[in-house]
């Protein structure tokens, strides 16, 4: 096991809704990285945080944010859910954002389905 | 054209087989390389990680980088059907923090 964790495991919505994920990083970790993985694909980068700012982003529609907190727990807000938002979500975390050679540690994953 | 390609597979091979996944990029700024195991209803883990071209091997894998042909390698040697998973490859420009994932690669090894 990394020491991520993700909660909840499932989630169901419906289009419109708005949903929030959570992630445990490891302590001592200073940075969290969010992706978005459709069934069949790998995870596509949606953004970084490092020591609660976000310091990097991906090709996603501002309706996608996050937070990141001193305690190591961190979230990612979707709003306006679309369909193709339906995909497993995942938060990895790693000690420094300045080295982008650090290992990342990956949760399990949110699975979320958007009806 | 996606920056990285990775057949999706299936690849199907008999316990003990050499196993050979492999992926193609576009984008030569890439300088560091890894290869991502991922079992059904897990996180990736990080398998290997190399920086620009060579070998790099660690017990039955053999990670493998050729930047002038922009194509990467990952062997398994005896093969086990733990090793059943879905293989990923990924990479990271100098100075980036953005991983860029292939599809990766369905592995089934029989016993």
């Known amino acids: 096991e990394t020491g991520v964790t993700q909660s909840p495991t499932h989630l169901i919505k419906t289009r419109g809704q708005q949903v929030t994920l959570r992630c445990s990083s490891q302590s001592g970790h200073n940075t969290v990285s969010w992706y978005q993985q459709a069934l069949g694909q790998g995870p596509q980068f949606i953004f970084q945080?490092?020591?609660?700012?976000?310091?990097g982003r991906g090709n996603f529609p501002p309706r996608f944010s996050g937070l990141q907190f001193p305690n190591y727990s961190s979230e990612l807000n979707v709003n306006a859910l679309e369909l193709d938002d339906s995909a497993l979500y995942l938060c990895?975390?790693?000690?420094?954002?300045?080295?982008?050679?650090?290992?990342?540690?990956f949760g399990p994953g949110t699975r979320l389905t958007v009806l | 054209q996606k920056e990285v390609e990775q057949d999706p597979g299936p690849l199907s091979v008999p316990e003990g087989a050499i196993v050979s996944l492999n992926c193609t990029y576009s984008n030569s700024a890439f300088q560091y390389f890894m290869w991502y195991r991922q079992y059904s209803r897990k996180g990736p883990e990080l398998l290997m990680y190399?920086?620009?071209?060579g070998n790099k091997e660690d017990g039955r894998f053999t990670a493998q980088v050729d930047k002038s042909s922009k194509y990467i390698s990952l062997f398994i040697r005896d093969s086990q059907p733990s090793d059943s998973a879905t293989y990923l490859c990924?990479?990271?420009?100098?100075?980036?923090?953005?991983?860029?994932f292939g599809a990766g690669t369905r592995l089934f090894v029989k016993a």
């Open positions: 990924a990479m990271i420009n100098t100075g980036g923090f953005k991983t860029i």
């Open positions: 945080y490092y020591r609660e700012e976000e310091n």
């Open positions: 190399t920086y620009s071209s």
């Open positions: 990895a975390s790693s000690l420094e954002a300045s080295d982008s050679t650090d290992t990342q540690y």
